[in-house]
């Protein structure tokens, strides 16, 4: 788990991003960052204590190919423990019940394999622009 500290501003964007694959992470986190969030963790899986206490805004995971009930109990999981962060959910799937699932169980953006950069640069830039102030 990486865990980067410093000053905040209050218009930046914290996010967590859960990846269990190590080669895609630097990836991702480069694209957010160049994108105006401020990634502050990466893990390869759900840690509700850690999650609970980064408190970030965003939470940008790879629920995998799978359609099985535990990917989607993560989505529950993930609620409970930051209940305010925004949740983008990607995965390995196009699947119609995949995506349909993941938003139903509480995404607030929802990526396929058939999304490529653009679209995941889209889905940043939507969750990660300047928080309002009050948010």
């Known amino acids: 788990m990486i865990v980067r500290s410093g000053p905040v501003s209050r218009q930046t964007r914290n996010v967590v991003v859960l990846e269990p694959q190590l080669l ?3 990836h991702l986190v480069t694209s957010l960052e160049a994108n105006g969030c401020r990634v502050i963790g990466t893990m390869p ?3 509700e204590a850690t999650l609970t206490f ?26 409970e423990a930051v209940p305010r962060a925004r949740l983008v ?30 679209e995941f640069l889209e889905a ?12």
Do not use: H, M
């Open 24 to 26: 895609f992470v630097p």
């Open 45 to 47: 899986s759900v840690d």
């Open 89 to 118: 959910v990607y995965g390995g799937t196009s699947s119609p019940t995949w995506r349909a699932t993941a938003w139903a169980q509480g995404a607030d953006q929802v990526l396929t394999d058939r999304d490529g950069l653009p």
């Open 54 to 79: 980064l408190s970030p805004d965003i939470v940008f995971v790879d629920l995998g190919v799978s359609e099985s009930a535990s990917n989607f109990a993560t989505l529950k999981r993930l609620r």
């Open 124 to 135: 940043a830039n939507a969750v990660c622009a300047p928080a309002p102030l009050g948010w």
